[in-house]
């Protein structure tokens, strides 16, 4: 997601890093295209508009204009705006001493509710027991979808029956959720179409009578201008503590993010990032605000490794990375590790520099990594460790010897430069002169 | 059409600015709205208020003849539901299927939705409800060969028309795109000149990625057109616009409600004049 966003900013301040001088006009210039950037991804056409307001305030100083770096200096007040926007902090679940605590989470049909609560079960396995309240008593199958989940997730649901009173039974399986060993109870509630009097005084009585310690508002990240309407309208009436974003998984621009937090000052707490029960994410402001800058979103990538590679392999990753030596063998190893990590499109979107070249479109499927093994294992000794003796007999016999054609050979050696080029790239920032750590941008 | 764009914003004719921002509260997008803006200039008289003109700008654009209309002609008729996932594909489904029956049609529906959790289940009780008979298999069975089924039991039964619920993906996921493929393929296999509609179901609430969904579903199993659900919340669907205007697909459904009976056939010209809040 954000890519488009991404690489349109990118580009805008390429621009305006090549200026030595900058003028009055073009900052605006910039700041239109900026603007427009801003509404492709949904921005809300308000927030959007505040937005560019307060960085051309800040751009229009003095010391912007005659400083050495102006295109720098305008990068980095959109930079500072936009985590501003998107809160500076990860904002966590906080589920108090009060047992049980209860989560509520509300949306409209379709928002992913049923599944993200789920979701959030297994998020907080291990730390607390949850117990799946299921209060949608009039989609058809609700319950049986939130039932059929439960089981999936290892934990015990209670369901409202069609058509009872959903506060009260709410209610009663919160009184029993002791008895059953739970410290938490997690609330379904029933979505609506559109927002109606109806569902919202149902929101409010349910917030009266359990007194949920977090009430999080769940929203599709494709959700266009109406999501403002959205945000305000449950926030005003029942009061929102975050949000849970889903479907930033797809290539939505995600500018909802912006304006939720924007109109309402509640944190975005949880991203759905895919399919299947472990897709639920701490959602991180300041490196989703580097990845619509296109600097990637290194921090995920590593825990994400951590999670799925073990540790020696991840000591020789950071040895590698340190001398920037990269040979096809690593290549194919790493590929076969990736594999663990999940979708690759997913995984590349986090490295830095993905954005806009040939790996951050590369649609990589499961079939490809079999045809990488065969080419790979098909190279002699020396070819693996320096490719560029590969020429066009060697590869021709490449591919005859993998069942393969030139082009597929051809087509790995350019995704393993790429990877290099990536790989050099992390080195530079490990060794880097300040020692950033890349969730920080360069200053200036 | 930059430049175009540009113009507008650096000449503030009060109520071009104000339309500006009207279509672009509506999700129509910044490319669109400047395209529109455009001919908008272009087609301005001073016999009509700018209101006016406006509209029929739009309403031409959405305006799709006799694309407009759900072809179901054929015998049996085989439509298919896509989407990404929560947009109301099995609630549009069930819809569609009561509305064909009140016309006296017979309907099998197909429960290819085999991978959400209990969606058999909830697409069971939305056809009985219908009065439509389903063919469904085991949660996590090959989608394609429950639409096959389905399809053959149309055919025996001389049913008049086969909807075919599908579960929802995300069109960035390709796996799940080439599985999609895979149904369309074995549905036109199974009937020649099937499927009859390809009907991409978009959420009105939807922003700009609507477009995209649009163009990944199109080029991965040809949609024929797009069903606009949930369209009686505050979201304009504006989004629909662009959507026919940069891929040319004709709006053919509306979802208005909750209620089985409201499923309409699109039209233009209320479209436009509830986008614009009425006031011309």
């Known amino acids: 997601m954000f890519g488009s966003l991404a690489g349109r900013l990118q580009g805008i301040f390429r621009q305006l890093r090549g200026r030595g001088k900058l003028t009055e006009r073009d900052v605006e210039a910039a700041l239109r295209e900026v603007r427009m950037a801003l509404l492709e991804a949904d921005v809300n056409f308000r927030v959007a508009r505040d937005f560019v307001e307060r960085v051309r305030g800040r751009a229009v100083g003095a010391e912007v204009l005659q400083s050495l770096t102006p295109g720098q200096q305008v990068i980095k007040l959109v930079h500072e705006e936009l985590v501003e926007l998107l809160g500076s902090r990860e904002a966590r679940l906080d589920l108090g001493q009060q047992v049980p605590a209860v989560v509520v989470l509300m949306g409209l049909h379709g928002s992913g509710k049923t599944t993200t609560a789920a979701r959030l079960a297994v998020h907080l396995k291990g730390k607390r027991r949850v117990l799946l309240v299921g209060a949608d008593v009039y989609r058809p199958a609700a319950g049986e979808q939130l039932e059929v989940l439960a089981r999936q997730a290892g934990v015990p649901a209670r369901v409202a029956q069609p058509r009872s009173d959903p506060v009260a039974e709410t209610r009663r399986f919160c009184g029993e959720a002791a008895a059953l060993g739970c410290d938490t109870v997690i609330v379904d509630t029933a979505g609506r179409l559109h927002l109606d009097e109806e569902l919202m005084a149902e929101m409010v009585r349910l917030r009266e009578e359990l007194g949920p310690r977090e009430t999080l508002l769940v929203v599709d990240a494709m959700t266009g201008q109406d999501a403002v309407n959205l945000a305000e309208a449950f926030h005003r009436r029942v009061g929102v503590d975050g949000f849970v974003l889903t479907k930033l998984d797809g290539d939505a621009r995600g500018g909802a993010a912006l304006s939720l937090r924007a109109v309402t000052g509640r944190p975005i707490k949880f991203a759905g990032v895919g399919e299947g029960l472990q897709a639920l994410e701490v959602f991180h402001p300041e490196r989703m605000a580097s990845r619509i800058l296109g600097r990637g979103d290194v921090l995920t990538l590593v825990e994400r490794a951590q999670a799925a590679v073990d540790e020696q392999t991840l000591r020789d990753w950071e040895r590698k990375l340190r001398q920037a030596d990269f040979t096809l063998d690593d290549f194919l190893a790493q590929l076969r590790q990736v594999k663990r990590l999940g979708p690759l499109e997913d995984v590349l979107k986090l490295l830095p520099g993905a954005t806009g070249n040939r790996l951050g479109e590369a649609k990589l499927d499961p079939r490809e990594l079999v045809r990488a093994e065969a080419i790979i294992s098909s190279m002699t000794r020396e070819e693996r460790a320096s490719p560029e003796i590969i020429d066009g007999s060697r590869r021709r016999r490449i591919a005859r010897g993998s069942g393969t054609r030139v082009q597929d050979v051809n087509r790995l050696l350019g995704q393993y430069e790429e990877a290099r080029k990536v790989f050099r790239q992390l080195a530079r920032w490990q060794r880097g002169p300040r020692r950033q750590r890349p969730d920080r941008l360069p200053r200036g | ?280």
């Open chain 2, 1 to 280: 059409m930059r430049t175009a764009f540009g113009r507008l914003l650096g000449r503030p004719s009060d109520d071009l600015v104000a339309l500006e921002e009207e279509l672009l509260l509506a999700d129509v997008g910044v490319k669109a709205t400047a395209r529109i803006l455009e001919a908008l200039t272009d087609r301005r008289s001073a016999r009509e208020p700018v209101r006016a003109t406006l509209a029929r700008v739009l309403e031409e654009i959405l305006d799709a003849g006799p694309d407009q209309a759900l072809r179901l002609d054929a015998e049996p008729s085989v439509l298919m539901f896509v989407g990404v996932n929560g947009t109301g594909k099995t609630t549009t489904l069930a819809k569609l299927a009561a509305r064909l029956r009140s016309e006296g049609r017979m309907v099998v529906v197909a429960a290819a939705d085999t991978y959400r959790a209990a969606a058999i289940d909830q697409l069971r009780l939305l056809t009985e409800r219908a009065g439509a008979r389903l063919v469904a298999h085991q949660p996590g069975s090959d989608p394609a060969a429950v639409a096959f089924d389905a399809v053959q039991s149309a055919m025996a039964r001389r049913a008049n028309a086969v909807l075919v619920d599908t579960a929802g993906r995300l069109h960035t996921s390709s796996g799940l795109m080439a599985e999609l493929a895979k149904v369309r393929r074995v549905i036109a296999r199974a009937v020649p000149g099937a499927p009859h509609e390809v009907l991409l179901v978009v959420d009105a609430t939807t922003g700009q990625n609507a477009l995209e969904q649009a163009r990944v579903f199109g080029q991965a199993v040809a949609v024929s057109g797009i069903v606009l659900a949930k369209l009686d919340g505050t979201a304009r669907g504006g989004i629909v616009i662009a959507i026919r205007e940069e891929l040319g697909l004709p709006i053919k459904l509306v979802g208005v409600g909750e209620g089985l009976d409201d499923l309409v056939p699109f039209d233009p010209r209320a479209f436009v004049r509830a986008l614009l809040g009425g006031s011309e």
